[in-house]
């Protein structure tokens, strides 16, 4: 793209529904410029394993956001979004929003889980949808939990979609939901491109109460009256179909290639790499692209960024980060024995078990404070070390040389530090934090023609992010090896007592 002066370039919008805050972007057509607003927006979590959020909430976090960004005068080309998922929002015949979001780390319907895969086959389900009716991570799970224990919400729901689907109607007015939302609902139909009937059938819903199907960079429809009003922006711009949280960090990092794995840290730590051939057979979760002959398979924590938050807010003060590092700083490599399993909510992969819960292994009289907090941020880094191996010993596995990282999760010295050194790999750092709401602007920018496919955009991306190499320290990387070999252990000693807790619960 040949240089342009700045009275000549076009922006594209981006806009970011994560866990615990709603994020826009504007970034120039080339990459150049970016300027970006956050707004708070948290997640609920009404029992235990439940994890909800309100949708209106995140709209009105949206429209803060992009009036913090003050558009005046700016040209857009077009809107992107990029959604947490997959989070099952209810909606009625007049458009309604029937119940807080379901979300992806909500684990209430491992027992839907369990008997849908009974009734389908978890061989067949594998074939059909890419994965095995994970609770939460398909939200047909939590779609008949609802049928079963909110039956009245269930007779009222005329539309079903993801957080995607209700950001772009609000943006649109029209229903639609992308590839990488679709395969995650547990009712498409991957090969076919299409719902697949019979699952539809056991989950006792209508064709015409789901979203229509586009890839993320194609047009959804244009910005409504009312939208428009609400955001202070031009009536009539293109909207992208949006996508997933991962895929747009994909995009925004400027992954364009199978041979690249990258990490997304966040509440959640996402590795992901992209596929031509689909293998799901992996222990991965997977997910269509942005087009239909692309996969990505992701290997994904429930509570990373969240564990550390969830200390924090415990036991020191809400928001004290600062304090936090220093206490890892200062406590011994190896936290002097602790070990720290991050389950706060089940786990997601390789481990996939809505059972599992949290664990602090090896405390003694002596463990300290300062103890406690290094054995979580190891513990982290021990669960990305656990992921990252399952992408080299999968049924397509392959030697991993080094991986590219971004996100929130990565802007600390020592956390960087702490997992290159855990992983024993080099790791490409990005310079930028906000990939994912990149990625939703650049999906903007397709639908709105600024790019033609893709991969022009990813070109795009990867010379923004400017990523600084970190290589491990082998001694260092040595001396978690017997950490680490414990931590492997604790999970399978203790699935059983998992079980044993939650059926006596």
Known sequence: MASKTRDELFFNLGIDVGTSSVKALLAAEDASEMRAASVPCGVNHPEPDCAEADPEAWWEAAAQAVDSLDCAGVLIRGIGVSTLYPALVLTDAAGRVLRPAILYCDQRSAAESRELLASFGEERARCVTGNAFPAGTASVTSLLWVRRHEPDIFARASGIGHAGTFIVEKLTGRRVIDFSSASLTGLYHLARNDWCDELLALAGIRREMLPQVLPGGAPAGRLCTAAAQRLDLPAGLPVAAGAGDTVCSALGIGVAEPCELFVIAGSTNCFAALATVPDFDNGLINNCYLDPRTWIGIGATSTS????????????????????????????????????????????????????????????????????????????????????????????????????AAGGGMRADFMRRLRTDIIGKPIGFSGLTEVAALGAALLGGIAGGTYADWREAASIARKANRFTFLHPDPAAHAGYDAPYATYRQLYPRLKDLFAAVDHAS
């Open 305 to 404: 960024g969240a564990a550390v938050q969830w200390f924090v807010d415990t036991f020191l003060s809400p928001g004290d980060y600062a304090r936090f590092f220093d206490l890892c700083t200062n406590a011994r490599p190896g936290a002097g024995g602790v070990i720290f399993l991050p389950y706060l909510a089940g786990e997601r992969t390789p481990c996939y078990d809505p059972r599992a819960r949290g664990v602090f292994f090896g405390l003694t009289a002596s463990t300290s404070l300062a103890d406690l907090a290094r054995s979580v941020a190891e513990g982290v880094c021990f669960a990305d070390r656990h992921i990252l191996e399952s992408f080299e010993t999968g049924g397509r596995g392959r030697s991993i040389e080094s991986l590219l």
